[in-house]
């Protein structure tokens, strides 16, 4: 007889077949899971809470260095111009116009029987420069009378340029002085006698008295040799008497004023010595190139407060035109930020071991001429982990770099503790080739600037020319929330002073 099976038999062999299908599934869901961890898969890995979290604590600060430091002095010429018409002015008060009178009989030496007499008359002094000589001359003319007694005869009396019809004999007489300035800013000037002769070779300019064969030509110019040497001295005070000092002193002062640019932005001079240059004349007037030395700099901010100096005493020592001038800029952290986020967030790094997705990059100043680069992740990990490095400039391609660019010594600790496939160069080779900041923007806005307040009159007599011939970066400097770009400026400048330019052109019109 069939026996038949249990009633409970047949249900419990199908909760047993269901048991095992859910077995079945659950670990297949399981091996998803672990596999989307591992591949750091939507909704796990990119931004899912089971993926490991890394939080670096922020790099050490180190001192910060506030000074930027100044670059080379610069020089700033000023060419100045004399006009030698007080020298003239003073020369003609001291010096009379006439010497001698007919009336007063000089004896001939090695004769004591024969007398002379002679009157001078002298036109106007003149000045022409030659370089930094300047040589003053005048023509005199003279009429001359000799007595001669010969024994047991009456005197004899003759004359020469002394009759209506007889033309006077004339003679050049000449003197000059090197002009320089002095370091109290005098005009220096150490006067000579030149030339005295006969004016020409023709027989009217020598005075000849045949009748008693005596030469008048020579006791005259001596004469009138020893009356300019006697005046040689008024010579020498007259130039030391032209007043260089308050002139140079008032365009001292304009150049100690801030120059603005823009809204507080000012080109500061800053004028510090005055040397000597060379010297050039023409006609009457004397052109001196004088070398101001400067420590000129673009200032951003109110308007700078500067010490006034006061006139220096002038040097002597060799000086190289040119100038340049110190300028920043400033490139704050925010935006430099900002501009790599602009480019980076949201780049994937598919690394061995991971995904790395860019979320967010900070700069910021640490001190000690370095900087940080916060990178804030997510993907496989997720956190954030400081970098480090030192900006430099990349004259090639104009832009600021950060080569030695490494992991924060507290950041690579963390990595070596468990996450070590964040490390791969792949993350450094990309933050160094990608976190660059352009400066290009900032050179042309400096020299534009520049270029701005060499070009421009400082007072009514006083205009500045000048033009900026290279802009380069010589330093980067990190501050704490901002990276101080210092450029230098190669420039030719001068002063040009409107007096001395009216001074200057007045020989053309004379």
Not at 189 to 197: F, H, I, P
Not at 441 to 460: P, W
Not at 482 to 498: D, H, N, S
Request: aromatic share 4%.
């Amino acid at each position: 007889m069939d026996t038949a099976p249990p009633p409970s038999s047949q249900p419990r062999s199908g909760w047993r077949r269901v048991g095992s299908g859910l077995l079945v599934a659950l670990g297949v869901l399981v091996l998803a899971v672990l596999s989307l961890l591992m591949r750091g898969g939507p909704g796990f890995g990119v931004g899912g809470f089971f993926a490991p979290r890394l939080d670096a604590p922020e790099p050490a600060l180190a001192a910060f260095e506030e000074r930027v430091p100044p670059l080379p002095p610069s020089v700033l010429t000023v060419p100045i111009a004399y006009d030698l018409a007080p020298v003239i002015q003073k020369l003609e008060e001291v010096v009379p116009r006439t010497q001698g009178s007919l009336a007063r009989r000089i004896p001939v030496e090695g004769n004591d029987r024969a007398d002379v007499a002679y009157e001078i008359r002298r036109q106007p002094f003149r000045a022409e420069l030659d370089g930094d000589i300047a040589r003053i001359s005048t023509v005199i003319a003279y009429k001359a009378r000799a007595w001669y007694d010969p024994p047991l005869l009456p005197e004899i009396r003759a004359s020469c340029g002394d009759e209506s019809d007889e033309p006077e004999p004339r003679a050049r007489v000449a003197l000059s002085a090197r002009v320089s300035i002095g370091p109290d800013w005098a005009l220096i000037g150490k006067a000579q006698v030149d030339r005295l002769a006969a004016l020409s070779e023709e027989q009217r300019d020598r005075c000849r008295i045949t009748p008693l064969n005596i030469d008048v030509t020579d006791r005259v110019i001596r004469a009138a040799e020893e009356a300019l040497t006697d005046h040689l001295p008024d010579v020498e005070a007259a130039l030391a008497g032209i007043d260089l000092r308050s002139r140079f002193a008032r365009w001292w002062g304009i150049l100690q004023e801030p120059i603005e640019l823009d809204d507080d932005v000012w080109l500061v001079i800053d004028p510090s010595a005055v040397h000597r240059g060379s010297a050039e004349g023409e006609g009457q007037v004397l052109r001196a190139v004088v070398s101001l030395t400067a420590q000129p700099r673009v200032v951003w901010g109110s308007r700078p407060l500067l010490a006034a100096r006061p006139l220096p005493p002038l040097d002597s020592a060799d000086v190289e035109e040119g100038l340049q001038i110190q300028a920043q800029g400033i490139i704050d952290y925010a935006t430099a930020s900002a501009r790599l986020n602009q480019e980076l967030i949201g780049q994937e790094l598919v690394l061995p071991g991971g995904t790395l997705r860019i979320q967010n990059l900070a700069v910021r100043g640490i001190g000690g001429g370095r900087i940080a680069l916060e990178l804030a992740f997510r993907g496989s990990a997720r956190g954030r982990l400081f970098l480090t490095g030192t900006p430099e400039f990349d004259a090639a391609n104009g832009t600021i770099g950060v080569p030695d660019l490494s992991f924060d010594i507290a950041s690579q600790n963390l990595l070596v503790q468990g996450l070590t496939w964040m490390a791969h160069p792949t993350v450094l080779e990309t933050m160094r080739e990608r976190a660059r900041w352009e400066v290009s923007d900032i050179l042309g806005l400096a020299e534009q600037q520049i270029n701005r307040g060499l070009n421009r009159n400082l007072s009514d007599e006083v205009r500045l020319i000048g033009s900026v011939e290279s802009i380069d970066v010589t330093g980067l400097y990190p501050q704490r929330d901002r990276l101080v770009v210092r450029a230098r400026a190669r420039a030719r400048a001068r002063l040009v002073i409107v007096e001395e330019e009216k001074v200057a052109a007045e020989p053309a019109a004379r």
